[in-house]
């Protein structure tokens, strides 16, 4: 059974930094395509960042140059550098394996002064 989990959220003050990170168990995390995704009060959960087994990250048009995407191997552990938060960013951010549609349980991000 795959299951992932998410730490990291909280108040982050704009232009603020913050990592998010995500567990998993009963899956390796390298075989497969894992991503962060994350869902803002009365809109659709949207796709932040992603990175294949190929290491192909693919990020979107709104985090650019802001967010990185990462993971430890070892640890079975994915990451979601984010930098110069933008009160835009706040939302619940997802970790998710795509090729198991499995999802976490989301961690709040709020980008407020």
């Known amino acids: 059974q795959v299951q992932l989990v998410e730490s990291g959220g909280g108040l982050v003050q704009p232009g603020g930094s913050t990592r998010l990170s995500c567990v998993g168990s009963g899956m390796f995390f390298r075989f497969y395509t894992m991503g962060w995704y994350r869902q803002a009060p009365g809109k659709q959960r949207e796709l932040v960042a992603s990175i294949t087994s190929a290491s192909v990250r693919d990020f979107a048009e709104s985090v650019k140059g802001r967010f990185t995407i990462s993971r430890d191997t070892i640890k079975n552990t994915l990451y979601l550098q984010m930098n110069s938060l933008k009160p835009e960013d706040t939302a619940v951010y997802y970790c998710?394996?795509?090729?198991?549609?499995?999802w976490g349980q989301g961690t709040q991000v709020t980008v407020s002064s």
């Open positions: 998710n394996a795509r090729e198991k549609n499995a």
